[in-house]
């Protein structure tokens, strides 16, 4: 089927008690691998991609792999701009048909954040693409992604005048996550998460996923998390896959042969985060 957007999947999400897994892809056999998991699973789901990676090979590039992987899938797909950086990148992501825009102001100042969140929304709208933002300051690094060693916690009554003022149809907030690998187990502020859900009817979005324990990811769901990011976790997955095969022959030359692998160590590893999230059998 064709590229659908995340307003009615995340609305239904909201509404079931569930999530929808939105998993980072890096190239084909990843966005195959997440298919192929949602298709066994019968679950929707988000492919996305970070402002990182489109510099490595163009938003043309990785909407050009989902769309094709999307046409042959009898699943519902999205293909979301994560984290991005800019006006401009968000435009160059419609323009090229991504049917799910993030705009990342978090790092800016509060009205900055909104103005640039608003401008953005004022964009997709028109053309029915939903808008995500980002609240606080979702700690950790990855790629060009950096919150520091710990970002600020999202504050419920400015999540209420944000999302009022910007008309976001989504909003990722900060309640303790991190990007990149975990040095302990993190600990998660769900009280707040709590309250936002209490003032914020929007669906809330749950970034820095890979490392958090899955009961903890359950309990975020049940207080109102609707979308799970997870990206680190699926590049250890791939990389693990390649260098199995590598290692057991070294001499192997055909990228075929070990991509196969890291395909599936990253189908494996979404099928378990899809159960986590409540979406199998919801598609």
Avoid: W
């Amino acid at each position: 089927m064709a590229l659908v957007t995340t307003k009615q999947l995340m609305l239904d999400a909201q509404k079931g008690g569930y999530a929808i897994g939105a998993f980072n892809v890096e190239n084909m056999e990843m966005v195959q691998a997440v298919v192929a998991a949602a298709e066994e699973l019968r679950s929707p789901v988000i492919m996305q991609t970070t402002p990182s990676t489109v510099k490595y090979a163009d938003l043309s590039y990785f909407y050009a792999n989902v769309k094709a992987a999307a046409e042959l899938a009898n699943v519902p797909v999205v293909l979301h701009l994560d984290h991005g950086n800019s006006f401009e990148l968000a435009m160059r992501a419609l323009r090229t048909g991504y049917t799910s825009i993030m705009i990342d102001g978090s790092h800016d100042s509060f009205e900055q954040n909104i103005a640039v969140t608003k401008a953005v929304v004022d964009a997709c709208h028109p053309s029915q693409v939903p808008v995500e933002a980002e609240l606080g300051k979702v700690g950790g690094k990855e790629d060009d992604l950096d919150g520091g060693e710990g970002g600020g916690y999202t504050v419920p009554s400015e999540a209420v005048e944000f999302v009022n003022a910007t008309g976001i149809d989504s909003l990722a907030v900060a309640i303790g996550t991190a990007h990149g690998v975990y040095k302990g187990t993190p600990k998660l502020d769900v009280e707040r998460l709590s309250e936002i859900r209490e003032v914020v009817s929007i669906p809330l979005v749950l970034h820095g996923t890979s490392g958090v324990p899955d009961e903890a990811v359950r309990e975020c769901i049940r207080r109102g998390i609707c979308k799970v990011n997870y990206a680190t976790d699926l590049r250890i997955a791939f990389s693990d896959g390649v260098k199995e095969v590598l290692n057991e022959n070294p001499d192997t030359i055909d990228p075929k042969k070990y991509n196969a692998c890291g395909r599936d160590k990253v189908k494996e590893y979404v099928m378990g985060k899809m159960e986590v999230c409540g979406s199998v059998g919801k598609a």
